[in-house]
């Protein structure tokens, strides 16, 4: 099985331009944004409640912490949330109801309190990626691209190993997929 698509800036700004004319314009782009800045597996996004991600004041917590049921590999582990993500989420969050804490981030119409499984939100961000021309982009996308714009940061693998969840060094380095600008920069360090 080939690797889900790594995104360039302009194919993320493809995709949310599309996103942007869509009925639920405001859920998509912070569902993309949700996995491209987390780095967040599908399963783990499509788990978040209103009160993983509010304080008791209202306010975009700093960090997500994710019990052992809520990850793939049964550990729990801590998402930190970025300036660019806390604003995202922000903008969103006005959006939806929060009185209810355990009500999900990401509400459908189907079924608003309890929003999206893995598989229907895996769906969704393939139909997002289909629609919006970014051709072999999946609900792995984010996470890849997250981890390959963090690597490209010269942030070292051992930190990046610990913000996607993994135990495993190997496991990480799989994620990182080397693009033109990091070969680039590579090269002018000699």
């Known amino acids: 099985m080939s690797q889900a698509k790594t995104l360039n800036e302009q194919e993320i700004k493809q995709v ?28 783990e996004i499509a788990s978040l409640t209103v009160g993983h991600v509010l304080d008791q004041n209202g306010n975009i917590k700093n960090e997500i912490r994710l019990t052992a049921e809520q990850t793939k590999g049964k550990h729990p582990r801590t998402v930190f949330v970025s300036s660019k993500l806390k604003e995202e989420l922000a903008n969103y969050i006005q959006l939806i109801r929060t009185d209810d804490k355990e009500r999900s981030l990401f509400p459908t119409q189907k079924n608003p309190r309890m929003g999206f499984t893995a598989n229907t939100l895996t769906q969704h961000y393939l139909s997002l990626y289909k629609a919006a021309g970014v051709d072999g982009a999946s609900s792995h996308s984010g996470r890849r691209t997250y981890a390959t714009s963090i690597a490209s940061q010269g942030v070292g693998l051992r930190v990046l190993m610990r ?13 990182i997929d080397a693009n033109d600008n990091m070969l680039r920069n590579a090269v002018e360090l000699v």
């Open 16 to 43: 949310l331009d599309y996103v942007s004319t869509k009925k639920y314009a405001k859920r998509d782009r912070a569902l993309i944004l949700t996995s491209h800045l987390s780095g967040m597996r599908v399963g």
């Open 163 to 175: 913000l996607m969840g993994h135990r495993n060094v190997s496991t990480t380095a799989v994620y």
